[in-house]
């Protein structure tokens, strides 16, 4: 009976191709005029926002002994700082902008999945934008820091030195480090989703993601090794919680599945029961 109201729900939805097509236009115009905006707004504040995404260097000075030093970043290029910013502009507008894209991709496919299929994908929806900035919050307030320290600590400064090698990095590099960390840790804290949505498919098993791990770890250390800055504290910091987020994907498929062994057997009961009212 529910399969049969989800199968209504669905060609009660269905419309012709050009229907589609018009949909199609009017949420990609809503996607692409957000990110407009978006990109617009941080475009005018793009110094602030790069002033603020040097703070962690400016705390990687301070782990470093050197808090008298200025923070000095530079450009070697007129139109270098300037890319650097439409750059910067691009990747918050894309930020900040994801929600509504994300939500235009929604309302397009939703029609054409059940409702059973619509509630369980809305959740996996607004999580995925949070386990984004959760990754984002980690490089900012600690692996950025640590990073800057570790490469600042390579420096030949003070009288005693007889070379002085000095940390001055560039604009569009300084940006390309953090928003790469940024990204990837973004896409590592993904997995979770990942992994639950394709067990609720049955892609996935829990027993099979345990079978698995050792591998899982292998690959993490080679992803992280890709993704990250060629240093081993780049990457043991990125492998590291994309072990621990591993673990978490394992207990997420083992909920699901979990959960539809309990659907499964309320189901069983209730057709046990609707028999049993019958023969009576």
């Known amino acids: 009976m529910s399969a049969k109201r989800d199968e209504d729900d669905i060609e ?27 990109f617009l707004v941080c475009f005018f504040f793009a110094k602030q926002l ?56 929604y309302k397009f496919v939703a029609p054409g999945l059940y409702k059973t299929e619509r509630a369980a994908f809305l959740p996996f929806l607004v999580a995925s934008p949070i386990l984004f900035l959760m990754g984002g919050a980690l490089v900012y ?25 000095s940390l001055l990095p560039r604009v569009s590099e300084y940006l390309s480090l953090i928003m790469t960390l940024i990204f990837s840790f973004g896409l590592v804290f993904q997995l979770p989703v990942v992994t639950t949505l394709m067990a609720r498919v049955g892609l996935l098993t829990s027993q099979g993601l345990k079978d698995k791990r050792k591998w899982a770890i292998v690959i993490a250390f080679v992803v992280a090794a890709v993704l990250t800055p060629p240093d081993p504290v780049s990457q ?3 492998a590291v919680p ?25 189901a069983e009961k209730d057709e046990s029961d609707s028999a049993s009212s019958a023969a009576t």
Not at 73 to 89: D, G, S, V
Not at 150 to 163: H, N
Request: with cysteine; hydrophobic share 55%.
């Open 141 to 165: 307030f600690f692996f950025t820091p640590m990073v800057m320290w570790f490469f600042l600590s390579m420096q030949q400064v003070g009288p005693g030195q007889e070379v002085q090698i």
């Open 242 to 266: 994309t072990i621990l987020l591993y673990e978490v994907s394992i207990w997420c498929a083992r909920m699901v599945e979990r959960k539809r062994e309990e659907e499964k057997l309320a």
């Open 12 to 38: 009660a939805s269905s419309a012709p191709l050009m229907e589609h097509l018009i949909e199609l236009r009017s949420r990609l115009m809503w996607a692409i005029g957000g990110f407009f905006v978006a």
């Open 50 to 105: 790069f002033n603020l995404l040097v703070i962690p260097f400016k705390w990687a000075v301070h782990w470093a002994g050197l808090a008298n030093e200025q923070v000095e970043l530079i450009y070697t290029a007129p139109q270098e700082f300037f890319f650097t910013q439409i750059k910067l502009a691009m990747f918050g507008g894309l930020v900040i902008a994801f929600p509504l894209i994300a939500a235009q991709i």
């Open 236 to 238: 043991i910091g990125l």
